[in-house]
C-alpha cells in the first residue's frame, strides 16, 4: 500500500527555535496533504491543508505565521513551527491524499513527537 | 458542518469475546467512513473504509465495519478479541474535502 513518511520521527529542542518537519509521500503523487496535530490522549485537530503549488489553507484559530507550511512538489509538504514554545510541544501527523484508480484514499505518516523545552 | 461522534471513551472486552466500537457521523452527502487505529506514541494505522457498496465493510485485522445510513453509523466490530488488538481507534469521515476525527475510543482486552 502507500507509505508516506515523517521526518524526524521525534525532536527537542529550546524555547524560541524552529523546528522542520518533513511529510513525504514515498510511492505516489498526492497534490494534497494534511497536518494534524494530537494532544496526548485526545484526537486529531486538522491545522492545515497543504497544496502542491498554492498557499496552504488554515484551521480557525491555527496561527499561519507561527506553523509555516511549503507543499513544493508533488510527494513533499513541510510544516516549520516557528520560534516554538513549550505549549507548541505535540505529535505532529501529516497525511497525504492519493487518488489512485479513481478512489481517493488517505495515508498517514508515522508522527512526529515534538518537545520544546 | 460534517462531526464525528465516539460515545464511548473506553470500551473494556475480555479476550475471545465479540466487541464493538461505536461511531455515528454527520455529513451532508455522502460520506466516505474509515477506522483508523494508532498504537502508543505511533501513527495512524487504517483499518477499513466505506465508500460505497456493500454496507458491511471487511478490514483489517479481522475487524469489519457495518455502515447504517438510517442510524448514521458505522460500528466497527470483530468476533473475538485479542489482546493485542488494544489500542485507540478513531472513527472518521470525509465529506467534501476535509477528514474529520472522532474523539477517540480507547479499547482494553482483557486476558
Known amino acids: 500500500g502507500a507509505v508516506v513518511s515523517q521526518h524526524p520521527s521525534w525532536v527537542i529542542c529550546k524555547s524560541g527555535t524552529s523546528v522542520k518537519i518533513e511529510c513525504r509521500s514515498l510511492?505516489?503523487?498526492?497534490?494534497?496533504m494534511f497536518w494534524y496535530r494530537q494532544f496526548p490522549k485526545q484526537s486529531l485537530m486538522l491545522m492545515a491543508t497543504s497544496n502542491e503549488g498554492s498557499k496552504a489553507t488554515y484551521e480557525q484559530g491555527v496561527e499561519k505565521d507561527k506553523f509555516l507550511i511549503n507543499h513544493a512538489s508533488l510527494t513533499l509538504s513541510t510544516l516549520t513551527v516557528t520560534s516554538a514554545h513549550p505549549e507548541d510541544s505535540s505529535f505532529y501527523i501529516c497525511?497525504?491524499?492519493?487518488?489512485?484508480?479513481?478512489?481517493?484514499?488517505?495515508?498517514f505518516g508515522p508522527g512526529t513527537r515534538l518537545l520544546v523545552l | 458542518a460534517q462531526s464525528v461522534a465516539q460515545p464511548e471513551d473506553q470500551v473494556n472486552v475480555a479476550e475471545g469475546n465479540p466487541l464493538t466500537v461505536k461511531c455515528t457521523y454527520s455529513v451532508s452527502g455522502n460520506p466516505y467512513l474509515f477506522w483508523y487505529v494508532q498504537y502508543p506514541n505511533r501513527g495512524l494505522q487504517f483499518l477499513l473504509k466505506?465508500?460505497?457498496?456493500?454496507?458491511l465493510v471487511k478490514g483489517s485485522y479481522g475487524f469489519e465495519a457495518e455502515f447504517n445510513k438510517s442510524q448514521t453509523s458505522f460500528h466497527l466490530k470483530k468476533p473475538s478479541a485479542l489482546v493485542s488488538d488494544s489500542a485507540l481507534y478513531f472513527c472518521?469521515?470525509?465529506?467534501?474535502?476535509?477528514?474529520?476525527f472522532g474523539a477517540g475510543t480507547r479499547l482494553f482486552v482483557k486476558a
Open positions: 497525511s497525504a491524499r492519493s487518488s489512485i484508480r479513481g478512489q481517493e484514499t488517505q495515508y
Open positions: 472518521a469521515v470525509t465529506g467534501g474535502f476535509k477528514t474529520i
Open positions: 466505506y465508500i460505497t457498496g456493500d454496507n
Open positions: 510511492d505516489f503523487q498526492a497534490t494534497t
